[in-house]
């Protein structure tokens, strides 16, 4: 546990350390086309050498694959073809998790002390207090009638905190090999149980209780990797779909480098890539979430866990966060709340990236920095037996098999996909996506424009 936690801190420190891509990068490419897909383009495309694997007429983008070195050389020539560039998978993932604490099924008798909810776990959720989510269940919000789509690593379907509400018909994969919850996603799994676990007698409490959940698996439930090409998929799915919300807790290890220049942060080398490739990756990103936003979806999207100044990070970019039109979430979490649970709660976590440039708000994520002071000391506060003080303030959700704990802006932004679920139930679904970006805005505490904060700490405003 010591090694793991100081891993976790060591690598936020350095976080101008990029992952290299996963994927071969010769093999898989994206194609953006000038105008409409048709079969001539198809079939021209084909004829230089590639296959088409797959179609997203919804952006004018192909899919392709080709071993051929010179394959985009060919491409320039074909008249329908704007550009052609590299279909990057990368690792998106990394939580910082308890595991070690996680609480099983067979556990769950074992309420904390003194609790006031008939959902036995929901005393230990401080995230929900601090976005006044309570308030706003006692005025009768409690996200009915929206839909959530949770893009991620897959989810637990068969938990029964979460399955009341999955949308199992309309849950899918853009992972090859995996099913939404086949493997389920851990970390996907706990980021859907903060957004809409079901009031049910039973283990933990959604901010939005009442909310559809949709699944869309676009990061493999293994590796924690994923391919562009398929989260663009996911989005694109989602938004067609009837997606409201659609939390987007993932972001690419380190950054991405505009630049193109890839670092492995084991050895230090260095690998570049056209940074044509990365130009267009980005532009072809705001073109996604352009069209999902004018579906009328609202994006929100963690902040990225390097403790790193987006206003001074050079030629780094936090995807998807920073791409435009979406909700870009930093994390804040209490110290010690295992012990006084009183204690501030809005305080900038350790690891989370901060700057006005990328940060429109603030959310719940958690934090180990007790782990640090006081190692695994036990707690005496009204919390579970057998748990040392650090897990509490980080943020207690749904897992494969029970409940844990993690932290990261991951767990950020699910709370305030969840705020966003409440607002639009409260108007009844009649809110367009900047109406409720303004929503966000006001209700947010600590109005303004704060390097950790953004526009403010979430809030329901209830």
């Not at 998790?97 to 008798?109: L, T």
């Not at 009768?140 to 991620?152: E, I, K, N, P, S």
């Not at 009183?342 to 989370?352: F, K, P, Q, R, V």
Request: charged share 20%; with cysteine.
């Amino acid at each position: 546990m010591d090694n793991m936690f100081r891993k976790c801190a060591l690598t936020m420190v350095i976080g101008a350390s990029l992952a290299l891509p996963v994927s071969s990068y010769a093999d898989s490419f994206v194609v953006v086309a000038k105008n409409k897909i048709n079969k001539n383009l198809v079939d021209s495309i084909e004829a230089m050498g590639a296959t088409v694997t797959q179609r997203i007429p919804q952006v004018g983008l192909l899919l392709i694959e080709s071993d051929n070195p010179d394959i985009r050389e060919r491409l320039a020539g074909v008249s329908g073809v704007g550009s052609t560039f590299a279909d990057f998978t990368l690792n998106y993932v990394e939580p910082n998790q308890a595991d070690a604490f996680d609480i099983k099924f067979d556990e769950m008798a074992a309420s904390p002390p003194n609790t006031g909810d008939d959902d036995f776990f929901f005393d230990l959720q401080w995230g929900h207090d601090a976005v006044n989510a309570t308030e706003a269940w006692e005025a009768g919000v409690r996200g009915q009638g929206v839909t959530v789509a949770v893009l991620d690593s897959g989810i637990d379907s068969s938990h029964p905190d979460l399955a009341p509400n999955l949308n199992v018909a309309l849950s899918t994969s853009f992972v090859p090999g995996e099913d939404f919850d086949n493997p389920p996603g851990s970390h996907g799994t706990h980021v859907a149980g903060t957004i809409a676990a079901a009031d049910n007698a039973f283990g933990t409490i959604g901010v939005a209780p009442e909310a559809e959940i949709i699944s869309v698996k676009v990061l493999s439930a293994i590796t924690g990797s994923g391919s562009t090409s398929g989260i663009w998929q996911g989005m694109i799915y989602a938004a067609d779909n009837g997606a409201d919300v659609i939390n987007m807790s993932l972001g690419i290890s380190g950054g991405f480098p505009k630049n193109c220049t890839f670092t492995d942060p084991d050895t230090g080398e260095s690998t570049h890539y056209p940074a044509r490739d990365c130009s267009e990756l980005i532009r072809t990103y705001n073109k996604v979430t352009q069209y999902v936003r004018d579906k009328g979806a609202i994006i929100i999207s963690s902040a990225g866990n390097d403790a790193r100044d987006m206003n001074h990070d050079g030629p780094i970019m936090a995807l998807p966060a920073e791409a435009n039109g979406v909700v870009s979430v930093s994390a804040t979490a209490p110290y010690l709340w295992g012990l006084d649970t009183t204690t501030e709660l809005g305080e900038l976590a350790s690891y989370s990236n901060y700057g006005r440039k990328g940060v429109d708000l603030s959310g719940p994520g958690g934090d180990f920095d007790v782990f640090f002071d006081f190692g695994a000391a036990p707690c005496n506060g009204p919390v579970l037996p057998g748990r040392p003080c650090y897990v509490y303030d980080m943020v207690l959700s749904t897992t494969p098999g029970g409940w844990g704990w993690n932290a990261g802006t991951s767990m950020a932004s699910p709370h305030v996909a969840g705020v966003a679920a409440l607002i639009i139930s409260e108007y009844g679904g009649n809110i367009s996506v900047g109406q409720l970006e303004k929503e966000l805005r006001t209700r947010a505490l600590g109005k303004g424009k704060s390097t950790e904060h953004g526009k403010g700490q979430v809030s329901t405003g209830y």
